[in-house]
């Protein structure tokens, strides 16, 4: 076999400052940022891979803007350091920047034809006058926005000039590209059409990217890694299957979309299961898959990842040590959410455990439940992401 | 009304006939605007641009200065102007009083702060994240001061036409400074108040359509530069 194994992409795993340092293209450290007297970045220790694409995903105000702001060297962190192949970015802010492109959420094209929008950053790195057409021109037909080089950058639509301004930014060939929601302001169809050919392009290119990004699903289709940002402060670094399916904690599992969150007290485990008592129900006991289960448990479990059944009582199993858990449950209620429904329950045997429940259209209508049905929920034990709580 | 119908015929025989004093008149009148507005142009909009991108402390009152300065009396410009040039004055030994380079002194004084006014307000009015992408594209301090002068040059070329119209169509800086002199500092606007007042109103009316005509085409070229631009 060959001995590939620590190339970017096979190894990318686990949490902040965890991967080797000598990997990372970009690295804070120790970074703060403070406006109008509130920390609004406070990143202690953050590589981003050479090569990789890596997600910047977190809530409306969580300072993601801030952080690629700071790495655009637009705004100065209070203190700490960031690093660009080991280096201080700020030794030569101008240098630095001619390393790196930017991309915002608005195309902010030059009021100037569309390749003259090109050639003109291009100017700006001193590119040689005869070679700045042809990259130009390359780079538009890479983005399919070739037949339009001789229009106004005026005349385009929303979509056209966000093409052409990622056109200008892969044609100044960077090492690192800087993306501030390029897509959040287009609509739907055209959106998917430009992630789908922005995809292609950069697995063409070994461009190190930081994608800052509300959406979940830009991140999952995007990222080799994510990395969540709340309240200025990372809170989990990793690829999108481990932090999609395994948030570190409460407040990442809130945002990127695990929505049933309950807390636990580890009662026994045995051979990698363990064995939880629910702390708002007494006698809600679930098994679930656990290496090195900590005492007091936070269980993080997707709606799709549970099932309902119409019965009032857990069916007996021949075997208890199965592998799925139980619990009895009431319908509270039913919401429409576009192809699927949310049911919202209260479970255990007071009903007071929250617990939603996606489910497809069709199933809700063979289960025939409403509102104060009494059903049956299930969930595998492997299901259940195990959050250390203490 | 028949004084203007003569006025008109008699401006028409002086262009006719080429008479070489109004030829020299108008062409004084507008090498020594243009030399005031360009070097207006030149120290103005930086200092816009300036005004418009940084904050610093003093700043407010600059702007005020500059409001002010675009409403200047152009007699108040021409009295400071004199006061300094005149030879007992601190920079008397110039020797610059009643000189074409001292109306173009007086000129720029009132030109400037139009210049920097209209820059100002243009560059203002750019998107401020135009400003970040185009720094974070690389350019250095000069190479964004010129990419948003060219993004706001509609906006610069208002300021090109009111500066060259305020010290074009001036008397009182031009009299005060210049003194009127024929063959020297004589141009269309103190030629049209001397003819005047000397009662041929025949030629003040001539002399005032000439200046009316020439700002016109100057203005006229300008729009065209804009439009064409425009255009592309």
Known sequence: MSSNNDAPLSSARGHAGRQPPNDAKIRLRDVRLSRGGRQVLHVDDLSLRRGEVSVVIGPNGSGKSTLLAALQLLVAPDSGELLLDGHSMRDDPLATRRRMASVFQEALLLSTGVRKNVETALGLHKVPRAERRERAERWLDRFGVAGLAERHARELSGGEAQRVSLARAFALEPEVLLLDEPFSALDAPTREALIDDFAQILGETEVTTVLITHDRDEALRLADSVVVLIDGDVRQVGPPAEVFGAPADEAVAAFVGVENVWSATLLRADRGVATYRLDACSDCELDVAAADPPKHALFAIRPEEITLAAIAEPRVEEQPTSARNHLPATVRGVQAAGPVVRVQLGAGSDGNIPVVVTLTRPSLEDLAIDVGSLVTITFKATAAHVIDHE | ?232
């Open chain 2, 1 to 232: 009304m028949e004084f203007l119908w003569n006025g008109l015929k008699e401006a028409f025989n002086l262009w006719i006939h080429g008479d070489a004093e109004i030829i020299e008149i108008t062409l004084r009148t507008l090498a020594i605007s243009a030399v005031a507005t360009a070097v207006a142009l030149f120290i103005g909009v930086p200092t816009g641009a300036v005004l418009a991108l940084k904050q610093f402390r003093g700043r407010r009152f600059i702007v005020a200065l500059v409001n002010t300065g675009m409403g200047m009396p152009p007699v108040v410009v021409g009295l400071v102007v004199a006061i300094f040039l005149w030879r007992s004055g601190p920079l008397g030994g110039l020797n610059l009083i009643f000189t074409p380079t001292a109306m173009v002194i007086a000129q720029f004084v009132i030109a400037v702060p139009l210049v920097v006014g209209f820059s100002m307000a243009s560059i203002q009015s750019l998107n401020p994240r135009l400003l970040e992408q185009i720094v974070a594209l690389g350019a250095n301090r000069l190479q964004l001061l010129w990419l948003l002068v060219r993004e706001a040059r509609l906006g610069l070329l208002a300021a090109l036409m009111a500066g060259f119209g305020a010290v074009i169509s001036e008397v009182g800086a031009s009299m005060m400074v210049g003194g009127n002199i024929a063959g020297e500092t004589r141009v269309l606007t103190t030629a049209t108040v001397l003819e005047t007042s000397r009662g041929n109103i025949e030629i003040g009316i001539a002399l005032g359509v000439m200046l009316l005509v020439l700002a016109y085409v100057v203005n006229l070229v300008v729009t065209g530069v804009q439009q064409q631009r425009r255009a592309t």
